[in-house]
């Protein structure tokens, strides 16, 4: 079973900042199953972006994936309020595993 | 509109069982996988199954933590997916939600919380 850790387990920005997440696989995997999630207190995961650079339906444009085999990326360009959240990856194999998640706070 | 609503959770002892439903509206069931994922408290995320349309073979899979104790099923003229939870355990204790797809999925229920405590 592939281990997704993702770093750092909390990031602390200001809005209008650049956020870098990072999800890292114990083993190479196909960059067309990796996908990001957010998540804020009390609701449901939110698609992000899927087959690792592909954003989901209503997801701004500043919100970006990249990476392949096991380095894996979201970026978020320019913090709003409303994107201080945890976030989490996932991959989508044989077996869907997540990892451990990012807390991005206000800084 | 997509919605996918989740029902049945709630307080269940160790050791019985219990049904959840994921009812949903706005788009083509028949033509989707449906999965299923949980949440303990203060915990990440885990998936925990999905299964495939009926008119695809009704393909399903079941995480390794769950299997032979879960079973995960729907019913396409209904619109429904379920998850059957069969001796529950404390670890079991999660918030359950139904979401669409079986690989990257794009819509989720608001979840159901499942208490596993005597």
């Known amino acids: 079973e592939i281990v997704l850790t993702q770093s750092p387990g909390t990031l602390s920005l200001s809005p209008g900042e650049r956020a870098t997440l990072s999800c890292r696989a114990s083993q190479s995997v196909s960059s067309s199953s990796l996908a990001w999630f957010q998540q804020k207190p009390g609701q449901a995961p939110r698609l992000l972006i899927y087959?690792?650079?592909k954003r989901a339906t209503g997801i701004p444009a500043r919100f970006s994936g990249s990476g392949s085999g096991t380095d894996f990326t979201l970026t978020i360009s320019r913090l709003e309020p409303e994107d201080f959240a945890v976030y989490y990856c996932?991959?989508?194999?044989?077996?869907?595993?997540f990892g451990q998640g990012t807390k991005l706070e206000i800084k | 509109e997509v919605q996918l609503v989740e029902s049945g959770g709630g307080l269940v002892q160790p050791g019985r069982s219990l049904r959840l439903s994921c009812t949903t509206s706005g788009f083509t069931f028949g033509g989707y996988f449906m999965s299923w994922f949980r949440q303990a408290p203060g915990k990440g995320l885990e998936w925990v199954g999905f299964?495939?349309?009926?008119?695809?073979?009704?393909?399903?899979e079941h995480a390794a933590s769950v299997k032979g104790r879960f079973i995960i099923s729907r019913d396409d003229s209904k619109s429904i997916a379920y998850l059957e939870m069969n001796n529950l355990k404390a670890e079991d204790t999660a918030v359950y939600y139904c979401?669409?797809?079986?690989?990257?999925?794009?819509?989720w229920g608001q979840g159901t919380l499942v208490t596993v405590s005597s």
């Open positions: 299964a495939g349309p009926t008119s695809r073979g009704g393909t399903t």
């Open positions: 996932q991959h989508y194999g044989s077996a869907r595993t």
């Open positions: 979401a669409r797809g079986n690989g990257w999925c794009d819509y």
């Open positions: 087959d690792a650079s």
